[in-house]
């Protein structure tokens, strides 16, 4: 199995600062059809995983473009430009390359 | 617009069983394989089971293995996951997920499980 490796685990930001998430995956993430399949997702407290980033770095449809995705092969990077107080909550990263569909840990983003 | 709704779950002693069930609507069901992810409380995610669009590919997880059964009827447009000899560790919220190109779209609310004697 693909593992995702997330850093760091706790993100505390200052409000209008910028903010960046890793993940690493112990193998590459380009599928045999030539795409890469990383995701990133916001989890607020008491609500289920929103997708903000699907194939590396295509943004959801409502997603602020201060939300971006970079990366290739097995290491990806989520970018907040500046963070806001609804930016709060658990991200999480997702490859969908490999079988079976793996997360990693989770990063808590907290306002300091 | 997409609508996953889950529903079926509630407390039970280990050892015990339960069916969840995930209704689909806003969108062709059958043009999509669905999965179950699970998250325990305060803790990650966790693929828990997959069934393709016609049902005739079906994965779990290992942790799952022989104990839970994934199905679907694409006449209800709904997503099913029967859970038996369950256990403490399988206390989560279990969510239903559409699969669109390595990747979960849309999720339901979550249906919160809990093994407890």
């Known amino acids: 199995d693909a593992v995702m490796t997330q850093s760091p685990l706790s993100l505390p930001v200052t409000l209008g600062q910028p903010a960046s998430i890793s993940c690493r995956s112990s193998?590459?993430?380009?599928?045999?059809?030539?795409?890469?399949?990383l995701n990133w997702f916001h989890q607020r407290p008491g609500q289920s995983p929103r997708r903000l980033i699907y194939?590396?770095?295509k943004r959801d449809s409502g997603v602020p473009d201060r939300f971006s995705g970079s990366g290739s092969g097995t290491d990806f990077t989520l970018k907040i430009s500046r963070v806001e107080a609804e930016d709060v909550g658990m991200y999480y990263c997702?490859?969908?390359?490999?079988?079976?569909?793996?997360f990693g840990q989770g990063t808590n983003l907290e306002i300091k | 617009e997409v609508q996953l709704v889950e529903s079926g779950g509630g407390v039970v002693q280990p050892g015990g069983s339960l069916r969840l069930s995930c209704a689909a609507s806003?969108?062709?069901?059958?043009?999509?394989?669905m999965h179950w992810v699970r998250q325990v409380p305060g803790k990650g995610l966790e693929w828990v089971s997959l069934?393709?669009?016609?049902?005739?590919?079906?994965y779990y997880g290992e942790s799952v293995k022989g104990r839970f059964t994934i199905s679907r009827d694409n006449s209800k447009n709904s997503l099913y996951l029967e859970m038996n000899s369950l256990k403490t560790e399988d206390t989560a919220l279990y969510y239903c997920?559409?699969?669109?190109?390595?990747?979960?779209?849309?999720w339901g609310q979550g249906t919160l499980v809990t093994v407890s004697s």
């Open positions: 997920t559409r699969d669109k190109m390595g990747s979960y779209e849309y």
């Open positions: 806003g969108f062709t069901f059958d043009d999509y394989a």
């Open positions: 069934i393709n669009k016609n049902g005739g590919g079906i």
């Open positions: 193998q590459s993430l380009v599928h045999s059809n030539g795409n890469t399949y």
């Open positions: 194939e590396v770095s």
């Open positions: 997702m490859q969908g390359s490999h079988w079976p569909y793996t």
